[in-house]
T-cell receptor, first 111, second 117 residues
Framework: DVKVTQSSRYLVKRTGEKVFLECVQD?????MFWYRQDPGLGLRLIYF???????EKGDIPEGYSVSREKKERFSLILESASTNQTSMYLC??????????FGPGTRLTVL | GENVEQHPSTLSVQEGDSAVIKCTYS??????FPWYKQELGKRPQLIID?????GEKKDQRIAVTLNKTAKHFSLHITETQPEDSAVYFC????????????????FGKGTKLSVKP
């Protein structure tokens, strides 16, 4: 079974704080993704990565950065959290058969 | 780029009835179409997928149909049960074989299905 884990299920931060969300997969997948999920807006792609050290902007990268130092780990960074970044964040990894497997999600609240 | 439209946004059915969710896509080169189910508070999970060389695929009470000419695909759930209540997402991609971001999934905005007992 593919296992994708995220560092926190719930997180509360204050405006201006630096926030790290971590995602780990155990299936040696090359492709990993960070999405943001908001009611009525579906899943919006923030950043993705095809390999270690590689990163590509998705549809809504503003205010976010990512890091992929190891193949199994993909981190999402909010350099200075703002209230409009309050959301559910989902990480996914992609198998060679195209299927994406999601982590449990991190519900981030920025006060 | 690819665009995926999903309808309806909400769907309410009586237990035992059938439910149908429809998606259209814009890029005729798309060839992989998965469906995800997301129960409240849980992660999206793949429930069924279909590739462009197949017109229909079934798995027990769920089925997916694909019309390449019209560029639409549908999820059919028969004999619905309360545990089918969830948000369902469709997606489309060209597949990893195209390379680069063309293997990324483009998601519809989701359908909230409620099954009333």
């Amino acid at each position: 079974d593919v296992k994708v884990t995220q560092s926190s299920r719930y997180l509360v931060k204050r405006t201006g704080e630096k926030v790290f969300l971590e995602c780990v997969q155990d299936m040696d997948h090359e492709n990993m993704f960070w999405y943001r999920q908001d009611p009525g807006l579906g899943l919006r792609l923030i950043y993705f990565s095809y390999d270690v050290k590689m990163k590509e902007k998705g549809d809504i990268p503003e205010g976010y950065s990512v890091s992929r130092e190891k193949k199994e780990r993909f981190s999402l960074i909010l350099e200075s959290a703002s209230t409009n970044q309050t959301s559910m964040y989902l990480c996914a990894s992609q198998s060679s058969t195209d299927t994406q497997y999601f982590g449990p999600g991190t519900r981030l609240t920025v006060l | 780029g690819e665009n995926v439209e999903q309808h309806p946004s909400t769907l309410s059915v009586q237990e035992g009835d059938s439910a149908v969710i429809k998606c259209t896509y814009s890029d005729s080169a798309s060839n992989y179409f998965p469906w995800y189910k997301q129960e409240l508070g849980k992660r999206p999970q793949l429930i069924i997928d279909i590739r462009s060389n197949v017109g229909e695929k079934k798995d027990q009470r769920i089925a997916v149909t694909l019309n390449k000419t019209a560029k639409h695909f549908s999820l059919h759930i028969t004999e619905t049960q309360p545990e089918d209540s969830a948000v369902y997402f469709c997606a489309a991609s060209k597949g990893l074989g195209y390379g680069g971001s063309q293997g990324n999934l483009i998601f519809g905005k989701g359908t909230k299905l409620s099954v009333k007992p």
